[in-house]
């Protein structure tokens, strides 16, 4: 298998675009990271699409080529990968494995969801088929109400308070506030967090990510032949893919995610580094429990220690181990399909040191972990300084 390299980057903005369409949002992105890269849609030898729900949110379907043919590039493959939340996650998972394995040389990510073009219950409906439609969701059962489930266990189960889950809501809101491209740029206090509009007990407002609009896009090579791309190549180390079980009930601990755990195994194994090595970190805080959980189960602490090393400072901008400096899907805005490859955009573009003012102090090394549903999918990736 051959080194692989993250070559170019590029993102639009997060936010709620009434006026865009989703093809517009897509080509935004590969044209910028097209451009970071100095290279060209005839250049692209495939192109990896990940979007969770586009038939359903624009009703267009035939995804990959529809967004190939916008940016120029025919007459290769042009595919889309779907896995709920993970669906950017999958897609680069599977083009760095193609690059690896020497069939392509060149291959875009990109990652798109454009939510905001139907009403909030619509969109609740939509986002539930990422569910068990036939068990959970028919009983009534939405993804606030099934993270606050884990969110009530994980109370009990470790004595986590909601100022855990507060912290973590100010941390990613300070940080999404210094972001140019985020969708919530509102610095708020932990006051405020407690005291906001109930969701489902326990969570509120504040503990859930948005309904956005976006694209990311990110350009592949062997490393080996990245210096034609970039002066700046950032090093696939790691990467995994796995699966769990899909509905909570079927679980016999919800306050872990199995495919995230091993995913992160599998991940670290690869890298040859362990929780201890990764310096900062994006990860898929859909809820602000998800945060705490998933700093758990990427052994940056024991199980039940993700709220007090989040309250602590231990996660900020300026702590030991920053997490989700970029605002996180909290602040930054969760387009589903985009979230995965925008966290691959975030974290290598710490590691090239030009994220300005979020700009963690030790970027070396970083980790990416995407979320698919409640927990039935996980993938978890490792970039380093080529």
Not at 234 to 261: H, W
């Amino acid at each position: 298998m051959r080194p692989v390299a993250v070559a170019a980057i590029g993102k639009t903005a997060f936010g709620a675009f009434p006026d865009r369409d989703l093809r517009s949002l897509a080509v935004e992105a590969g044209r910028k990271c097209l451009e970071d890269g100095h290279a060209g849609p005839g250049q692209v030898e495939a192109l990896f699409l990940g979007n969770f729900a586009g038939p359903a949110f624009v009703g267009q379907s035939h995804l990959a080529p529809y967004v190939a043919s916008g940016l120029g590039i025919q007459g290769v493959p042009a595919t889309r990968f779907e896995a709920a939340c993970a669906s950017g996650g999958s897609a680069f998972f599977h083009a760095v494995s193609a690059v690896a394995a020497g069939l392509y040389d060149l291959v875009l990510v990109l990652g798109v969801e454009k939510m905001t073009s139907q009403p909030t219950p619509k969109v609740a409906e939509i986002l539930a088929s990422a569910g068990d439609l036939g068990g959970e969701m028919r009983a009534g059962a939405t993804f606030p109400a099934l993270f606050a489930m884990i969110a009530r266990r994980h109370m009990h189960q470790y004595g986590t308070r909601r100022e855990h889950l507060a912290a973590v809501a100010v941390k990613n809101h300070a940080n999404g506030a210094r972001n140019p491209q985020a969708h919530m740029r509102k610095v708020i206090t932990l006051e405020q967090a407690l005291a906001g509009k109930p969701v489902a007990d326990p969570l509120t407002l504040y503990d859930c990510s948005m309904v956005s609009d976006g694209a990311a896009a990110v350009l592949l090579a062997p490393l080996e032949r990245a210096a034609e791309f970039t002066s700046k190549p950032v090093r696939v180390l790691g990467i995994a893919q796995a699966s769990d079980r899909f509905a909570l009930d079927e679980k016999e601990d919800i306050t872990t995610f199995p495919a995230v755990r091993a995913a992160a195994e599998k991940a670290y194994r690869m890298a040859g580094a362990g929780p201890a090595d990764i310096e900062f970190a994006e990860v898929h805080d859909c809820f602000t429990i998800a945060e705490i959980i998933a700093t758990e189960d990427l052994g940056f602490v024991k199980p039940g220690e993700g709220g007090p090393y989040c309250a602590q400072g231990s996660t900020a901008l300026d702590g030991a181990r920053p997490v989700n400096a970029s605002g996180g899907l909290k602040a930054k805005g969760h387009p589903v399909g985009a979230t995965g490859v925008a966290q691959i955009c975030d974290v290598t573009a710490q590691i090239r040191g030009q994220a300005g003012d979020n700009q963690v102090r030790r970027h070396s090394l970083g980790l990416a972990e995407n979320l698919g549903g409640s927990g039935a999918t996980g993938v978890v990736t490792i970039l380093g300084a080529a």
